[in-house]
């Protein structure tokens, strides 16, 4: 199947097949396939934590060209428990990532993810590299403790009004320490305050998520509960534990897969994950290509960014490899 011309996504297509799988005796996971069951092992790595995989993600992907594995992380949308933190880790995520590879009986594996996605998979790729064909990440985050401080105080230079309403939701003696105070609520023994504080978490993220603010999107999007109760609980959970990574483990270690094609899409003006993380991986890791898209924030949705995403998803089909001046040469966003 041939891609529009402008690169929009792919018309909708239902799983093939769909299934839950226990990692452990707490944990089961979502996990689906669809797409030609013949073609290219590509699996997708959500964000979050917590985010899940929408059914939208399917059609990031050619369904004549690839196998498409989709799956939702521990404690996330579809998987079980829900926004669960006991037995939730990196690592194990990690684990959790080769043992669906294994029982798909999939030899390699394209990985592709945004955001947390892309820390998951390069935590993967690094402890698998016999398991991975390349890596399609966009807007890299690499789960330090100075990403970690930004997106909790660093964004409201951004978006100030956003930043006020997460902030100003919590008594004023409590601000210094927006984490411990927001953990409270969305762990206490008072069940009437998650929810909401799950909500003012989500909607922190998604109003900064934009180039171009749009309300009416971020109420949209903050209206499935079960995204949002685990976006809040994990995302805080991995924040207190600093992603269960030491400080700069990821860039540390890109020599165990830099022999590997890796395409990163990153938005010029992404203040969630800022470029400088992008420019770090892409500078250790000779052979990578970054394409800056100028005209977008953090969010997939974005049309730039989803117009290269699908560019070097493509390109990858045809060449099982990336090239910036062909990607490039596709043209502008």
């Known amino acids: 199947m041939n891609p529009s011309p402008d690169f929009s996504l792919f018309p909708p ?5 769909t299934g839950m799988f226990a990692v452990d005796d707490l944990h089961t996971l979502y996990w689906e396939e669809s797409g030609n069951p013949a073609g290219i092992p590509v699996v997708y790595v959500h964000g979050g934590p917590g985010g899940g995989s ?37 690592q194990l995520l990690v684990q959790d990532m080769e043992a669906l590879r294994k029982m798909l009986g999939i030899d390699k594996w394209l990985l592709a993810g945004g955001s947390w996605g892309t820390t998951l998979s390069l935590a993967y790729g ?32 951004f978006f100030p009004k956003a930043y006020a309403d997460f902030a100003e939701a919590i008594p004023e003696q409590e601000r210094s320490d927006l984490l411990t105070a927001y953990e409270k609520r969305l762990f206490g023994d008072d069940p009437d305050e998650r929810m909401p504080a799950a909500r003012l978490w989500f909607k922190y993220t998604e109003s900064c998520s934009l180039l171009r603010h749009d309300p009416e999107l971020v109420e949209e999007s903050s209206k499935d509960d079960t995204v949002v109760y685990g976006v809040g609980r994990l995302d805080s959970f991995y924040f207190r534990n600093q992603m269960f990574l030491e400080a700069d483990q990821l860039v540390a270690n890109i020599s165990t897969i830099a022999h590997l094609p890796l395409m990163i899409v990153q938005g010029g ?9 992008a420019y770090q991986v892409h500078k250790a890791w000779p052979g990578s290509v970054l394409h800056i898209v100028p005209e977008a924030g953090h969010s997939p949705s974005e049309p730039g960014i989803r117009k ?10 045809r060449e099982r490899r990336f090239d910036a001046a062909a990607l490039d040469a596709s043209g502008p966003v």
Not at 13 to 17: D, K, P, T
Not at 269 to 277: F, G, L, Q, T, Y
Request: contains cysteine.
């Open 13 to 17: 297509i239902e799983a093939r097949l």
């Open 126 to 157: 690094q402890t698998h590299p016999e398991a991975c064909l390349g890596f399609v990440l966009r807007g890299i985050f690499l789960g330090t403790p100075g990403e970690i401080d930004w997106f909790l105080y660093g964004m409201r230079r």
């Open 54 to 90: 929408s059914p939208e993600k399917r059609q990031w992907f050619d369904p004549d060209a690839y196998r498409i594995i989709l799956f939702d992380q521990r404690g996330a949308y579809r998987s079980k428990p829900l926004a669960e933190v006991r037995a939730n880790t990196t």
């Open 269 to 277: 003006h992404d203040v969630i994950a800022p470029p400088e993380s």
């Open 308 to 317: 290269k995403v699908i560019q070097a998803i493509e390109q990858f089909k």
